[in-house]
């Protein structure tokens, strides 16, 4: 049995592995290596293979190419969000944390309208002060964000420090919106470094 260069790349490049080429094929993992090596077709190497197997129908988002003039201040106006309140410290993670619902509903307008996420991927989480019951947290962040509570998942909740506890805490805790995708992370990372290169003196 043997396969052509064209017919092996098209079925590594659909995402699958060598083991289900192998199977596809009806042949053994090693002749499939044997026809990588001979063709040249470079190997997907661990990263790139765990994005692929988590993400097996492609990339859960599909960035805009072409916007309005709505469409350009939300980008903006997200990026700005993201620069000063998102997570930078994960590459994979886009999460950005706020107590102003307002914040959270612009972001992820921006997730669901520019980057063109798929909803299931967008994932939400509470964190709650000593001094704020976790179910009514959750209402009213449910609420605002008009997604239902089951959303939330766990609620964490902060005890309280004793003296010098922070004073201005938010009666609702704060809310987190999260996509994990190390592509999109590192999109959105490159468009704010190409707007403070635009931007910053």
Same mark, same amino acid.
């Not at 064209?6 to 290596?33: H, P, R, W």
């Not at 990339?59 to 620069?83: C, N, R």
């Not at 964190?127 to 509570?149: H, Q």
């Given at each position: ?10 079925? #590594? =490049? ?5 083991? =289900?080429?192998?199977? #596809? ?15 040249? !077709? ?5 990263? /790139? ?20 003039? /709505? ?28 107590? =102003?619902?307002?914040? !959270?509903? $612009? ?8 980057? /063109? ?6 994932? #939400? ?5 000593? =001094? ?28 309280? /420090?004793?003296?010098?506890? #922070? ?6 805790? $704060? ?6 995708? !190390? ?19």
């Amino acid at each position: 049995m043997n396969v052509t260069k064209q017919q092996l790349f098209e079925l #590594y =490049d659909s995402g699958k592995s060598m083991s =289900d080429i192998a199977t #596809y094929l009806k042949c053994s993992v090693n002749k499939i290596v044997y026809w990588m090596n001979k063709y040249g !077709i470079t190997r997907r190497n661990h990263s /790139q293979a765990t994005y692929v197997k988590e993400n097996p129908n492609g990339d859960p988002f599909k960035i805009k190419q072409k916007y309005t003039s /709505q469409e350009i201040l939300l980008f903006g106006l997200a990026l700005g969000l993201f620069w000063g309140e998102g997570t930078k410290a994960t590459p994979h993670s886009v999460r950005l944390t706020n107590t =102003d619902a307002s914040m !959270i509903k $612009v972001f992820r307008k921006f997730l669901t309208e520019i980057c /063109q996420v798929h909803l299931n991927k967008i994932r #939400y989480s509470i964190v709650t002060f000593n =001094d704020c019951m976790p179910a009514e947290a959750a209402s009213y962040w449910a609420k605002e964000l008009g997604i239902s509570k089951d959303k939330f998942g766990t609620i964490v909740s902060i005890p309280s /420090q004793g003296k010098g506890t #922070y004073k201005k805490k938010s009666l609702y805790g $704060v809310c987190s919106i999260t996509v994990n995708n !190390i592509k999109l992370k590192s999109w959105i990372t490159e468009q704010i470094e190409i707007t403070k290169t635009a931007w910053v003196v």
